[in-house]
């Protein structure tokens, strides 16, 4: 009898462990492919997925390489009535001896349902040249191999840039100065490059099989950073905002550090000074002050520094700050020269007014004399007559 109550509690504690599982049950592995080509030396993540009914499914991976390369992390989510478990899967440094299947399993009270990725490991060749200026032509270059059944049938170029809406990529095909472009399956010759040209460039490989899926292999076109010309100098008025952009050329990123009389600019919190990140298809640095002060002006130097070139690149601007009344000098000045104007011609009327009368008065005063001595002679004369 007891051997019958140990059997039915190890029954029953057996179907708790394992819960009934249907078809709908079958895990779920992200990314969503049969097989999945992966650079050599990268990191990878698998993700499991299932939803069941009890809280004490388990997922279980199982894969072809040492633990110490992998990492997985379990969790669980509620929803409902229903339970979503993950098992997310970490490889590290994927190489050929991580290649294989790699398979998630959940195990139920009859069954084990299970879902399945293999992984392929691609060794790739490539050759990024750097940009000489005037230099006639430049060629990209890539090319892969792997074990599989799977074949190439189609090689694509693309130009990646990077915009404030974030990364795109496009066909080289659809560039502006696509004539500057050949396409030669593994190679991408660009004629007469310009600093414009430099940048990541994918060579994007169709691969059919039991799937038909894509592999990228990225190329960079380098080249050393170059701070585009800005204006030399820059009149402020206190109390107005100041915005320095610093345009900056070359592959990949170079470090930029914004200079003022040669000392590194402080941006740290508190600081008036703020510098936006870059953005846009080129390195675009901005200095901002909010409300320019006396004190911000200067001599500012935008500098590039590249460790891929070890090399520098730095343009500089004077900043001349004015006061808030400088404008208002100028029309004062007219202002009171109107005023002195006005004020000599009202002094000058005044007195030429005043001389006029006195003239006029004194010309009066002579003709009153003259015919007082006019009016006597002719008295005279009459009393010689008679």
């Excluded at 040669?262 to 675009?284: A, M």
């Excluded at 004194?362 to 008295?379: I, P, T, W």
Aim: charged share 25%; proline share 3%; with cysteine.
């Amino acid at each position: 009898m007891a051997n019958l109550l140990t059997l039915v509690i190890a029954s029953v504690v057996a179907l708790a462990a394992y819960p009934s599982l249907a078809n709908n049950n079958v895990p779920t592995i992200v990314p969503r492919h049969k097989e999945l080509l992966l650079k050599v030396g990268t990191t990878q993540y698998l993700n499991c997925s299932v939803t069941s009914p009890s809280y004490t499914t388990d997922l279980q991976w199982t894969y072809p390489i040492s633990e110490k390369l992998v990492a997985m992390r379990k969790s669980m989510n509620p929803l409902g009535s229903l339970y979503t478990f993950n098992a997310m899967l970490q490889i590290l440094n994927f190489d050929e001896a991580s290649a294989g299947v790699y398979r998630c399993s959940v195990k139920g009270n009859d069954t084990v349902l299970s879902s399945e990725i293999s992984l392929i490991a691609v060794a790739e060749n490539k050759t990024e040249p750097r940009y000489v200026k005037d230099e006639a032509a430049a060629t990209l270059f890539c090319s892969i191999s792997f074990e599989s059944n799977r074949s190439i049938t189609g090689i694509t170029w693309l130009k990646v840039t990077n915009k404030s809406s974030g990364r795109t990529e496009e066909f080289v095909s659809k560039l502006k100065n696509a004539d500057n472009y050949k396409e030669e399956n593994t190679s991408l010759t660009i004629s007469n490059p310009k600093i414009d040209d430099a940048g990541l460039y994918i060579a994007r490989f169709t691969i059919n099989g039991d799937e038909t899926n894509t592999y990228d292999c990225e190329v960079g076109f380098e080249a050393a950073p170059e701070v585009q010309n800005f204006e030399k100098a820059k009149n402020l008025i206190e109390g107005e905002k100041m915005e320095l952009m610093c345009t900056v050329k070359g592959y990949p990123l170079s470090v930029v550090t914004w200079y003022k009389d040669n000392n590194v600019l402080n941006v740290s919190e508190g600081s008036r000074h703020e510098i936006q990140k870059p953005f846009g298809e080129h390195q675009v640095v901005k200095l901002l002050v909010q409300t320019v002060e006396f004190e911000d002006a200067g001599d500012y130097t935008c500098r590039a520094y590249s460790a891929q070139f070890n090399e520098t690149s730095e343009k500089t601007l004077t900043v001349r700050v004015k006061d808030k009344l400088a404008a208002l000098w100028p029309f004062l000045g007219i202002v009171g020269e109107v005023v002195v104007l006005c004020t000599i011609i009202f002094i000058y009327e005044k007195r030429r007014n005043k001389q006029v009368q006195q003239e006029e008065k004194a010309a009066e005063e002579v003709d009153g004399s003259a015919a007082d001595k006019k009016e006597g002679l002719r008295h005279r004369n009459t009393n010689t007559s008679a």
